[in-house]
């Protein structure tokens, strides 16, 4: 079908889309309306883990909408508990409670942490976030996020979210105060542009918070559930957190999020906090399926692998075009192209013919990376060759 055949005019303008609609999927590659593959890099936005249309997940979609789609919060479900438990049994964690999107389960972590420190801080309810971080659209999770221009957009912001430098200990330190409650942050920022804290960094905060009686917050929607090649990327810096949001990968492409936290700070009472959708069995369901899946032996070393891989396919083109670099973790990881090209590159790597590849530049001077846990080193040189043939043109 052509483009102008769609029903797409009644859609709200909220950003330039190609003129294309996707139709179908089948893990690494996506394909269009006029039947044109694409080498998917993109993934839904770090979303389908397991790439698209996965076996496992589908199985258990179909599966759990025969038996129960949803009973409503107020009721205990098979498959909340059975995810709640996977995700309890490997993480420090002892407490979830299921969202719907990364920005609704960072709101939760919000409200978790202001009502700790109503019960047992005297009513501190300050969260120190940091610059270019990214933690959703919700009112709260535009003003706890360090992106430029989003203190205007909306004007008033929720008040509350002082801002520090990442990997600056003492850009934290100086923000402390009695108020202060927690402290938030993307292990690796990714709408940033592929930012790791260091491990050194992780460390320190982690002691910083302890020693002023402050939670340390991670928001690991995008950089948790395999991405960075451990099941959550704070098991890289050998720390501990309080509280931690995931997302994206968590439901392989479904709707679903996460809030999780010690027991001794999951100290929401009755009516805190609650959700029509939240928990519901068909979601839970899927997200059940994708955590045994990365779960499976061998899955994360490939990840770590696949991902090494790419950091190294990476470097190679940098040295040879004369690029500044490549950074990230595992399967989330930037080419750092020292110049504002990045959106062309985008675009041309789309439009190649006869096959396209999808790619993001997370800022203009940088392309991230983010394929499906399961590519192959095939798709890798595949998306490899594509990129060069772009540059060359150029
Ligand atoms: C994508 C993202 C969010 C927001 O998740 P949504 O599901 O889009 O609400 C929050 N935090 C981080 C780190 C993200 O990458």
New binding site residues.
Partial sequence: MQFTEYPTQPLMYITNRPEIVFTHGKGSWIYDNEGKRYLDFIQG??VNSLGHCNEGMIEALEKQARLLINPSPAFYNEPMAKLAELLTQHSVFDKVFFAN????A?EGAIKLARKWGKKFKHGAYEIITFDHS????TLA?MSASGKAGWDTIYAPQVPGFPKADLNDIASVEKLITDKTVAVML?PIQ??GGVIPATREFMQQLRDLTKRHNVLLIV?E???GCGRAGTLFAYELSNIEPDIM?L??GIGGGVPL?ALLSKAEIAVFEAGDQGGTYNGNPLMTAVGYSVISQLLAPGFLEGVRERGEYLKDQLLELSKERGFEGERGEGLLRALLLGKDIGPQIVEKTRLLQPEGVLLNAARPNLLRFMPALNVTREEIDQMMAMLRTVLDSL
């Avoid at 999107?101 to 609704?104: K, L």
């Avoid at 990214?134 to 659209?137: A, D, E, L």
């Fill in positions: 936005w770090a999107s990364g920005a609704e960072n990214f933690h959703g659209r999770t993307e990714g709408e928001d929607v995008q950089s949001t997302g994206k999020a």
